[in-house]
Each structure stands twice: as structure tokens, then as C-alpha cells.
């Protein structure tokens, strides 16, 4: 006799509340001008009395559910707000050219809003070339680090962030040079200066 699996009763719920913190959390991020994830998420467990934090959403499931939010709700301001921060993004890249550039984040999956941060990784073994150009090209801006995960092993790398033309912040992440072929950019999460003319184009 095949013996049949039981899910635990409570299964279906936490799967419902999971999905329903992913779109609270959403709604803060989109009216409220909300662009810390984890603290949205957190906010939103508390609004609905979700005190089992185990089952947060993650940040891919709350930015799915902000990018229909914002088609939704917010599709005639939305589509010129995101041009706007591409726009930003590529006139930063093609200033940075020489290190390779990649948009990553909410600017490039598209659920980016007014109040969202620019996120581009460059590739270069020497974070000073970087700072250089910055300072060569008069760019104001701020240093500091941001965690990543290389080969395995979450790393802090050195980081510049700027302010673009609609004054959002614009982060400039400094990865190594051989990051470049390490085969983990995919087009849905990394978009090179063609990828993103291509987008705007589109």
C-alpha cells in the first residue's frame, strides 16, 4: 500500500501570508518611497500580525510582486519615472566605459521607483583607477564598501556612490577584474551599456 504525504495543516496558510507579506511589502515600497527591503518586509509582518518572521518573503518575491504593483497602479507615471533612472544609468556608464559596466538591481528588472537607488558593478583590479577617474572628471561623491559574494565568500569591496541627474544615489560597486568570467551575470540581472541602450530603445 502506497503510504500518502501529509502537509503540515497549517501549509497552506503560511504559503497565503508568505504571499501576502510580498505584496504589503510591495505597496510600502511603492507608496511609501520605501527601498530597504528588509526593513519593508519587516514593516509588513508587523501591519498584518505576522509574527512567524521564518516565513518572510525573499527580495525576488517582493520585487515581482512591486513590478505588478506598479503596473497596476502606477503605469501611466511609472514607465517615464524608470526611462528616467536608465537614462541616469547609462549616461554614468558610458563615463565609466573603461571599466566595463553592468546596471544590476531594481533599475533593471524594471520595479524601480522615484526613490530607488542606481546599482552598477564595475570590474577593474585597481579600486584606485576608479577613484581617479572620479576625481579627474570633478563627480562628487561618497566611499565607502559593499558586500558581495565571490567565489563562494561573502567579501567587501570598495564602493562609490554618486548622485545621478534626477538625484537618486548611484552606486558604484568596484568588483576584481576576473569577477568578469566568473559566469554568474545573466541577462535578466546584469545589463551591459548595449543592454541597457537596447532597453530604452525598446
Partial sequence: MTRKAHLPANSHKRDLMREQLAHQA???????????YAYAKRKAARQLGASDTKHLPNNQEVDEALHSYRMLYQHDSHPVILNQLRRDALGVMKQLAA????????????SAGENSDINLM????????????????KIEFEDGEWRVRLNGRDENVPSYTMTGESGVPIHLIVMPENARYSGSRHPDTHADIS????????
Fill in 195 to 202: 543592454a541597457v541602450e537596447a532597453l530604452l530603445a525598446g
Fill in 99 to 110: 571599466f566595463n559596466p553592468y546596471l544590476t538591481g531594481s533599475v533593471l528588472s524594471g
Fill in 26 to 36: 510591495a505597496r510600502l515600497m511603492a507608496e511609501d518611497g520605501i527601498t530597504d
Fill in 122 to 137: 564595475l570590474f577593474s583590479d585597481d579600486a584606485k583607477a576608479v577613484l581617479l577617474l572620479l576625481l579627474k572628471n
